[in-house]
């Protein structure tokens, strides 16, 4: 093999390696940097949501799926500083547990966790979100449904 044809063979390989890589990590990768990606603070565009005092719960997706990822979102109106002491997902007429959340810092005011849930033998099981948040000397529980599926 001459010194080109190497190159052309390397080039060739490189090209179908590129092309035969998972696009939806490109397309969500770039996706979460634009003005699309950043979640909406109004309840009203979103079917599940729940607000209490200055707080907004929500999903990220309107129709949630056992062993899907999903996004849950919590908002502030007021700039108090806010703790969340305790963020979980559990069974509301099964005692199957809780999943625990973590959620992390969007902005000044806006928190993202990824839920999951699980798949159930019996099609009436049903799931909530159940934060227990500090702001301010006071203590305050959201809890939203899940929508089942």
């Not at 190159?7 to 890589?21: E, G």
């Not at 696009?23 to 003005?35: L, N």
């Not at 963020?87 to 999951?116: C, D, H, V, W």
């Amino acid at each position: 093999m001459t010194k080109r044809e190497i190159h052309l063979f390397i080039l060739v390989l490189s090209l179908l390696a590129s092309a035969c890589s998972d696009s939806d990590i490109i397309i969500h990768e770039s996706s979460e940097k634009s003005e699309s990606y950043l979640p909406s603070e109004k309840c009203q565009q979103i079917s599940h949501c729940f607000t209490h005092d200055g707080l907004t719960l929500w999903l990220g997706n309107n129709e949630v799926k056992a062993e899907q990822e999903f996004s849950i979102f919590l908002h502030s109106k007021n700039n108090e500083s806010l703790q969340i002491d305790s963020a979980k997902i559990e069974g509301i007429n099964m005692n199957m547990g809780y999943i625990p959340l973590f959620f992390s810092k969007l902005s000044n005011n806006t928190y993202r966790a990824s839920g999951l849930v699980g798949v159930c033998e019996t099609q009436d099981m049903r799931w909530q979100i159940k934060l227990e948040i500090s702001q301010q000397e006071n203590n305050k529980v959201l809890t939203l449904e899940i929508p089942s599926t």
